[in-house]
């Protein structure tokens, strides 16, 4: 700017001149733009992973972040106990059916699951859970309650489970 205002060859009227204006305003207004429409793509791109990484009639994980989870988990090597609960007993034919009976699940699981756990929707009628290693006979015993508790609202549910490391990688 200063060089412009120094330059002996430009006319003084001229600097200040109407189409000096109107480029800077173009400028200033195509950068606002940019940048307005840039932090709204950055916020429909979060939402749209977020959308995509959850179930939706649990609110849920689903099987791609569970399955993140679970490598992150056996590349640590840390223990941990995989319970799988398969709902049973819904019809897919009733959308309203299915939907209650499945939201239901993440509620009566919460109780029972602590900070480090997790949960996870991993297909239609498959929960995953990740917890920290318990002993055996613990894990057993929370499966018994889980499945009791889950039979209070409705629901038929199955639950196997395995250790890592100890039943394998």
């Known amino acids: 700017a200063a060089a412009v205002l120094l330059n002996s060859d430009l006319v003084d009227g001229?600097?200040?001149?109407?189409?000096?204006?109107?480029?800077?305003?173009?400028?200033?207004?195509?950068?606002a733009l940019s940048g307005f429409f840039a932090a709204q793509h950055r916020a429909v791109a979060a939402y749209l992973k977020i959308l995509a990484e959850r179930d939706r009639l649990t609110g849920l994980p689903t099987s791609r972040p569970f399955e993140l989870e679970l490598s992150r988990r056996i590349d640590?090597?840390?223990?941990?106990?995989?319970?799988?609960?398969e709902v049973e007993g819904l019809d897919d034919g009733e959308e309203s059916e299915l939907a209650d009976g499945m939201g239901k699940l993440?509620?009566?699981?919460?109780?029972?699951?602590?900070?480090g756990d997790a949960v996870a929707r991993v297909s239609a009628r498959e929960y995953g859970v990740?917890?920290?290693?318990?002993?055996?006979?613990?894990?057993?015993?929370?499966?018994?309650v889980l499945e009791t508790a889950l039979s209070g609202h409705g629901l038929d549910v199955t639950l196997g489970w395995a250790f890592s490391p100890r039943d394998g990688r």
């Open 14 to 31: 001229s600097i200040l001149a109407a189409p000096m204006g109107i480029r800077l305003i173009t400028f200033i207004g195509v950068g």
């Open 76 to 85: 640590a090597g840390t223990p941990f106990a995989l319970l799988l609960a």
């Open 106 to 115: 993440p509620g009566t699981l919460a109780p029972w699951l602590g900070a």
């Open 130 to 144: 990740l917890i920290q290693l318990r002993s055996s006979e613990e894990v057993a015993a929370l499966a018994a």
